[in-house]
């Protein structure tokens, strides 16, 4: 039971069709008072039927599992439960599937063999409107190319130019996966304000997510 004026911790469902893996996961989340696993799963299925009865705040999801993998629950989730987090949890080789989830909507990508830590970040980020990178993924994106399948790199330094300089501070914040309420206490604006940078921001750059609006952050960054 949560006392008065605390919040509630994060509401999330689980799913991996390793159960060691799924157990780690699940270990590590539980570590932080901050977030509740309230269901798992080992498929697809489970984790949308997951979602129907817990109405998370994030969920995480293998990109492979049985007969219905990540990106089709991804692409369930969004025809069904909309802007709902989902997070993607992947491993090095699995290039194609983290381009593809990009185009589903994933509000993220975390690396199984990555910093514990990470995993708790991309929670937090996830509930928050961030979008978040494990920047091991974040690099190997930019190193083969596979961020230029959205939009090619000149073209988002293009882009990019075309926004206001405040525009093109929020977009750099969003680029290193801060959330709006960050990005307001950095830039020291209301959190309504940002809100309005973001919408047009994504408008635009011709970004549908943050995740797209990110890598064209990562993309204008890259010295020409």
Known sequence: ????????????????????????????????????????????????????????????LDVRMGTMGGLETLAEIRRTAGSLPCLIVTTFGEDGYVAEAIRLGADGFVLKSGDPRELLLAVHAAASGAAYFSPAVSRRLLQTGLGTRFIAEQEAKQRFERLTQREQEVLTLIGDGLSNPEIAARLHLAEGTVKVHVTSILRTTGARNRVEAALIAAHARTPS
């Open 1 to 60: 039971m949560n006392m008065p004026g605390t919040t509630p911790p994060l509401r999330v469902v689980l799913a991996d069709d390793e159960p060691l893996v799924r157990a780690g996961l699940a270990g590590i989340l539980e570590t932080d008072d901050g977030v509740r696993v309230v269901a798992q799963g080992s498929s697809g299925e489970e984790a949308l039927a997951a979602v129907r009865a817990h109405r998370p705040d994030v969920v995480l």
